[in-house]
C-alpha cells in the first residue's frame, strides 16, 4: 500500500473517531496519559476566539424575547458544518497530526458552538412563551445540525475524491 | 463596556475549551463505550450550570460582565454542540442507530431537565 492509499483511507467513516473531542482514535486510548500545558494553552486560545466568534453573531444577530434564536441556531448549525468538513480534511491532509485536531475542532469549533445556550433557550421558550416555538427550536436545531455535519462529511469527501482523481489525471 | 464583555467572554472560553478537552477524556478513558458519554457528561453539567446562572441573574440581577464571563464565555464554550451533532451522525452512518437515537434523546430530555433544574436553585437561592 503507498502513502496515498493510506491518505485516502484516513478519510473513510471508519478510521474517523465518534467523537472528535478525543486527541486519538479510540483504540489508541490509553489511561494516565497527560496533555501538555501547551496543548491546553492553544486550546485555551481557539476556545477564546470561538467563544469570541459566537458573541459576535449573537450581536449581529439579536434574539428577541419569545422569538426563535437566530444566532445560536446559525453558530450551531455553522459549527457542526465545519466539524464535519474539517475533521474528514485533517484526516486526508495531516493523518499524522496530533494537535490540529484538538485546536481547529475542540478548540474553536467546539468554543464556537454552544448546547447549553440551546437547551436554556429552548427551556425558557417552553416555560415562558410558545410551546410550538419552543419545540420548532429544539427539532430544527438538532435537524438542521446533524444535516450539515452529514454535509460537512461529505462535501469534504468529495474534494478529498475530486483531489485524488485530479492527480491520478496527471500522474498518468 | 462592550470591550470589557469581550473580554470576559474570551476569558471564559479560554478555560472553558480545555476544561472540556480534559473531562472528556477523563470520562472517554473510564468508559468504554461507543456511546459519547464524555460529550454528555460536559453537555449536561454545563446545561445545570447556564441554568443555576441563569437563575441566579434573574433573582440577583447580576452584572452583565459575569454573565457574560460564567454564561456566553465558560458554559458557552465548556459545551459544545457540533461534537454531539457529529458524534450522532458518526454513530447512524455506523449502523448504531440504537446508540444515536439514545444520544439524541438523552442529550436533549436530561439536558432540559438539568437546565430547569439549575434556574429552579438559582431562582430559589
Known amino acids: 500500500m503507498s502513502q496515498f492509499d493510506v491518505q485516502i483511507d484516513n478519510a473513510r467513516p471508519s478510521t474517523l473517531p465518534v467523537d472528535p473531542e478525543l486527541a486519538r482514535p479510540p ?23 470561538g467563544a469570541l466568534a459566537r458573541f459576535g453573531v449573537g450581536r449581529a444577530v439579536p434574539t428577541t424575547p419569545g422569538g426563535v434564536p437566530w444566532g ?67 427539532l430544527g436545531s438538532l435537524l438542521a445540525g446533524t444535516g450539515a455535519a452529514l454535509a460537512g462529511i461529505l462535501l469534504a469527501r468529495a474534494v478529498v475524491r475530486l483531489e485524488r482523481a485530479k492527480r491520478e489525471r496527471a500522474a498518468q | 463596556m462592550t470591550f470589557l464583555l469581550v ?47 441563569t437563575g441566579l441573574g434573574l433573582r440577583l440581577h447580576l452584572p452583565v460582565a459575569v454573565e457574560a464571563l460564567l454564561g456566553t464565555g465558560l458554559c458557552g464554550a465548556f459545551t459544545t454542540f457540533s461534537s454531539w451533532s457529529f458524534e450522532t451522525v458518526r454513530l447512524v452512518e455506523d449502523g448504531q442507530l440504537l446508540t444515536a437515537s439514545l444520544n ?14 439549575g434556574l429552579a436553585l438559582g431562582l430559589a437561592a
Open chain 2, 7 to 53: 473580554c470576559c467572554v474570551a476569558v471564559g472560553g479560554f478555560v472553558g475549551a480545555p476544561a472540556r478537552f480534559l473531562v472528556d477524556r477523563f470520562v472517554a478513558d473510564r468508559v468504554e463505550s461507543d456511546f459519547p458519554f464524555g460529550t454528555l457528561v460536559v453537555n449536561l453539567s454545563g446545561s445545570f450550570a447556564l441554568g443555576l446562572l
Open chain 1, 72 to 138: 445560536t441556531l446559525l453558530v450551531n448549525i455553522s459549527g457542526s458544518l465545519g466539524v464535519g468538513f474539517a475533521l474528514v480534511m485533517l484526516a486526508d491532509r495531516l493523518p499524522r497530526a496530533r494537535l490540529v485536531r484538538p485546536v481547529v475542532v475542540t478548540g474553536f469549533l467546539g468554543g464556537y458552538t454552544t448546547f447549553s445556550t440551546y437547551v436554556v433557550e429552548a427551556d425558557t421558550l417552553f416555560r415562558h412563551h410558545d410551546l410550538a416555538v419552543g419545540a420548532a427550536y429544539g
Open chain 1, 27 to 49: 483504540d489508541s486510548r490509553h489511561r494516565g496519559r497527560t496533555a501538555s500545558r501547551a496543548l491546553l494553552v492553544a486550546i485555551g486560545l481557539a476556545g477564546a476566539l
Open chain 2, 104 to 117: 439524541v434523546l438523552v442529550s436533549l430530555a436530561v439536558g432540559l431537565a438539568a437546565a430547569a433544574a
